[in-house]
């Protein structure tokens, strides 16, 4: 396995669009894979499988961008909102961390915004 781990680690560094697990068990790999675009899993599982016949589609990251991206998927045609709720306790603590970040970005309003839910300190 110290080989199959350095292997990991510099496919992890590398973030390669396709990625094939040609080993005898690759479901104990791929949880330790955390930056490839497509991993083929065994040794009867070649990437051209991938790009041909199995899998969503062929819109991988590439050059490296696996680090922080994924492949195209359903979720790239839907929109999505966040939703954000704080308490007022949760406010004031993070209203302060926020006005710092703000004013750093030279975003006064931004941390005016936050410092508006500040608890006041009695004199």
Known sequence: M?????????????????????VE???????LI???GAIFMGRYTAEALGDYCAGPNH?????????????LGVYDFQKRTSLI??????ADS??????????GESLTAHAQS????????SS
Do not use: M, Q, W
């Open 59 to 71: 819109v991988l990251p590439t050059s490296g961008t696996a680090k922080f991206s994924s492949p």
């Open 94 to 103: 993070l209203g302060r961390i926020a006005s710092v970040l703000a004013r």
């Open 85 to 90: 709720n704080c308490s007022a306790s949760g």
């Open 114 to 121: 936050a410092e508006y839910r500040i608890f006041k300190e």
């Open 25 to 31: 068990k690759p479901e104990l790999l791929a949880p």
């Open 34 to 36: 955390h930056n490839a």
């Open 2 to 22: 110290p080989d199959l781990t350095k292997a990991i680690e510099i496919a992890n560094i590398i973030a390669p669009e396709h990625l094939e697990l040609s």
